[in-house]
């Protein structure tokens, strides 16, 4: 199992976080033809949270522990690439000491990470900057940052039952029922 093996080889019994991050809808068809894309989104939500925790604990040699499992289709088996990562909730340093975030506004994390996707599409000559200039004028971007699921740091069976949610399948036998 993905969750035990990560709780007992790589996981360290810290604060944890799951963020989960999601993009509008008229970019989804973007990743749904690329899929190196997704490598992409991945990359940009490291970066993101990487940069975003080293200014919030004011320690450029910060580094977080992140987990990022791609998913590609929502609750009704639609295509909706978002990503779940299992983060530390907060950062190692070079000399050993770990670094707990102070709690942090989610709106400012969704704001961010929009930008950094943004760029990245039109980095990648996906998007151009009458697309950027729409998505960026409505009032509700259709980006998302959560980060409400904290689990402790003596919580190992709740660390595994995280990792395992974040590599769930998108058939999922308590949501079939038969007519």
């Not at 490598?39 to 604990?57: I, P």
């Not at 791609?70 to 950062?91: A, E, K, R, Y």
């Not at 770990?98 to 709690?103: A, G, R």
Request: proline share 4%; hydrophobic share 40%; with cysteine.
């Amino acid at each position: 199992m993905f969750g035990e093996w990560l709780t007992e080889k790589i996981l360290y019994s810290l604060l944890h976080r799951q963020y989960v991050f999601t993009i509008p809808k008229p970019l989804r068809p973007y990743f749904r033809f690329d899929r190196k894309l997704l490598g992409k989104l991945s990359q940009c939500a490291y970066q993101f949270l990487k940069g975003f925790f080293q200014t919030t604990l004011n320690r450029k040699e910060a580094n977080p522990g992140v987990v990022v499992s791609i998913q590609t289709f929502g609750d009704l088996v639609n295509f909706h690439p978002h990503l779940h990562c299992l983060v530390t909730d907060g950062c190692f340093m070079a000399n050993g000491w770990f670094y707990v975030l102070p709690e942090i506004d989610v709106k400012k994390l969704e704001s961010l990470f929009r930008h950094k996707v943004l760029k990245m599409l039109v980095a990648e000559k996906k998007i151009g900057s009458e697309l950027v200039e729409k998505l960026l004028s409505w009032k509700n971007s259709g980006f998302s940052v959560h980060n409400q699921v904290r689990i402790q740091s003596r919580d190992d069976r709740g660390r595994e039952s995280l990792a395992q949610h974040i590599l769930r399948s998108p058939f999922s036998l308590e949501k079939m029922t038969y007519q």
